[in-house]
């Protein structure tokens, strides 16, 4: 344990918050955003979006149920970083298999706790999302504020190729296959296929320089767009993909990063969030039911699409389908002439809310219209 090392965050605008190291001893940078969960900080850890991410917790209490070998969300812990207030000095859950701490620090996350969150997370939300330095080896706030300015911004990263998976791999589907779908991998979470598979889907996982005759050859019925980091606006291979998708009629679904994408290939713009979404408890309207879901996200960008109309693209007639309803950003679009539709939030999220997982069925349901 490090809790009694001191530790320090610096955002790149000076401001300077002190705590104690939590989990590995160092120092690592990157962009701070916070998420407003109470649960589920096992998959946070474990998403790939959030790789090159500095992460706040604004509840108070991180750790209390420990972690076990069963939720990641990937392979490894992603985050660049982790800031608590109140970490938990002892974890206790019957599925638990070891403590947070321990885990951040054999993985090598540089963590630090003790820290005002809440004051943290209100500049934030009023100076926006920035990059930040933690460190457990230097208390000079101003040698790291140098060292934070240094650091790439998330404007312009390049990162999904950074998480994709090395090698295509399948994950079946459970009792009758029905269908098959090949998920291009920008960042894609473990609970994406398992979701599918409930479905009757084979999914084909394939890296994110897959070409469209890799996308084909696995006999897909259907493609899926994943999640993943970065900015949407420098991922221009997957844009040209999702256009030879559509330009073919093959039924596809994208999920965030994977909608942004989407959102590219019908000829929208994508822009940053000043502060991003980062939670489980955001509304969003499906203006086709009028339902009001309670969902998760992950976004720092969004897809810069007119609300109220429907817009002529390359591939017909497109509307936004979700909306948030705390500001109107887009959190999905429906293409009325091509089988493709996608939203912004997480309907897979393992550790809800799960309000949404009905586009899973909704996503079966076009592949079975279209075979039809």
């Known amino acids: 344990m490090n809790r009694r090392r001191p530790a320090i965050l610096v955002l790149e605008d000076g401001r300077t918050f002190r705590g104690e190291a939590y989990g590995s001893v160092g120092e690592t940078f990157g962009e701070a955003v916070f998420n407003t969960g109470?649960?589920?900080?096992?998959?946070?850890?474990?998403?790939p979006s959030y790789h090159r991410q500095v992460v706040v917790q604004t509840a108070p209490h991180i750790g209390n149920t420990g972690v076990n070998t069963e939720d990641d969300e990937s392979g490894r812990i992603w985050v660049a970083g982790y800031v608590v207030r109140d970490p938990a000095r002892i974890g206790s859950n019957w599925r638990a298999t070891g403590g947070l701490e321990d885990r951040l620090a054999t993985e090598g996350v540089v963590g630090i706790s003790g820290v005002d969150t809440r004051a943290l997370t209100r500049h934030l939300r009023d100076r926006g999302a920035m990059r930040v330095g933690v460190?457990?080896?230097?208390?000079?706030p101003a040698a790291l504020l140098a060292r934070v300015r240094e650091a790439p911004r998330m404007t312009g990263a390049d990162l999904s190729a950074e998480v994709s998976t090395?090698?295509?791999?399948?994950?079946?589907?459970e009792g009758v296959h029905r269908f098959t779908v090949a998920a291009l991998d920008l960042g894609i979470k473990r609970n994406v296929p398992r979701r599918l598979a409930?479905?009757?889907?084979?999914?084909?996982?394939?890296?994110a320089s897959s070409s469209i005759d890799d996308l084909l050859a696995t006999g897909a019925d259907a493609v899926f767009f994943s999640p993943g980091p970065g900015d949407p606006a420098t991922a221009d291979h997957p844009v040209g993909l999702a256009r030879e998708v559509m330009r073919r009629e093959v039924p596809l679904f994208g999920i965030c990063f994977g909608s942004q994408i989407l959102g590219r290939a019908l000829g929208f713009g994508t822009y940053k969030l000043g502060y991003g979404h980062r939670g489980i408890n955001q509304p969003v309207l499906d203006r086709s039911t009028g339902k009001v879901e309670v969902t998760s996200h992950n976004h720092g960008f969004a897809v810069d699409a007119p609300l109220n109309e429907v817009i002529d693209t390359d591939f017909g007639a497109v509307e936004v389908s979700h909306v948030c309803l705390n500001d109107n950003v887009v959190e999905g679009l429906?293409?009325?002439d091509v089988p493709a539709f996608t939203v912004q939030y997480h309907p897979e999220a393992a550790a809800g809310p799960h309000d949404a997982d009905y586009l899973f069925d909704r996503f079966a349901e076009l592949i079975e219209k279209k075979g039809a």
């Open 38 to 47: 109470m649960t589920g900080y096992q998959e946070t850890l474990t998403d």
């Open 198 to 207: 409930a479905r009757g889907v084979t999914t084909h996982v394939l890296p």
């Open 334 to 336: 429906r293409a009325r």
């Open 135 to 140: 460190s457990s080896l230097d208390d000079d």
């Open 166 to 173: 090395a090698k295509p791999y399948t994950v079946a589907a």
